[in-house]
């Protein structure tokens, strides 16, 4: 049972959708993600109720999107709760607004008209066979009703890489649970049983790949709109994660995932069993993963464990210079 490091990305732009709860680094994944368009075609942005409401998720989402002048991009409002369970949120982490450190306001404009859902339909039936990549950024209600309403629209997806999970590190939200798993581990097992080719990138990863006064300053030297605004996010963002934990940074957590497909070489992981527990009790939205194959049970999902990170910080610099 080998490790192995990511190989290079492929040559011609990634077809790609991402579903996200914005959320202080989901901002900081979109503006890294739009800044990318020769690798990246982002399809649209649809958006889920999880870290804050739907509606301010939404809102945040077209704010990204006018912040890296990609007005282009059209953003959908989805699921405003989770498939079974009570909705939950995580102001306490990222703020009333879901952003601190930087102003929010109303956007230039607005949302897509339909629902992100119906997008998700529409647009995966289209689609040439394992064409799209989603990345999910968020509770993966969105995806699941959408598999839900149409299961056949598993074949136009190539990849979905999900931000969530945690194996060995422990949980942030309960002592096993990681936050998008737990706020819809019903949507989570949806989409694990369809078959669409899986990889999770969660704390175990994660919290590997956290700023130092070194990597904000890196950021800083920027001296861009688009670096200010990520350095006021990320500043007051990973203080909730650094006192948590002691640790001497914060992690990025959905950022991660484009870089991800950006440079899978910055990264590590094995492909292996994983479930995660639905059932109520103090295990619910943990995920556990067959690390070392006792199960014999086939591989469902790439669970990405390691990475560089200053490669990380090196890519996201890079990429946030060349907006405005
Ligand atoms: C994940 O939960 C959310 O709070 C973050 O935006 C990230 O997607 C980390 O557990
Ligand atoms: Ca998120």
Known sequence: MSTSTLSAPQSAPCDL?????PGADDLVALLLAMACPAELNIRAIT???????????????????????REDIPVYAGAGRP???KPVHAAEVHGEEGLEGVAVHVPRQGLASG?????????????????????????????????????????????????????????NITPVAEFNLYADPHAAEVVLASGVRLAYVPLDLTHKIITSDERFRQLAAIGNQASKRVVGILDAYVKHDMDLYGMPGGPVHDACVIAYLLAP?????????????????????QTIV??????????????????????????????????Q
């Open 265 to 285: 070489g910055l990264f590590s992981g094995r492909r292996a069993h994983m479930t995660v527990d639905s059932r109520e009790g103090p295990t619910f939205g």
């Open 17 to 21: 959708i991402i579903d996200t709860d």
């Open 47 to 69: 958006t889920v109720a999880g870290n804050v409401s739907l509606g301010k998720t939404s809102r945040n989402a077209c704010l990204a999107r006018e912040w890296a002048g």
């Open 115 to 171: 629902s992100a859902v119906q997008y998700l339909v529409d647009t995966l039936a289209d689609a040439e066979p394992h064409s799209i990549t989603l990345a999910m950024l968020g509770p993966q209600t969105n995806l699941a009703l959408a598999l839900v309403q149409q299961p056949g629209i598993a074949r136009g997806i190539k990849e979905v890489v999900v931000m969530g999970g945690a194996h060995f590190n422990g949980g």
């Open 290 to 323: 067959d690390w070392y194959g006792v199960l014999k049970r086939p591989a469902n999902v790439l669970w990405l464990n390691d990475g560089d990170a200053q490669g990380f910080f090196d890519l996201l610099s890079a990429r946030l210079a060349r907006l």
């Open 83 to 85: 498939l079974v369970r």
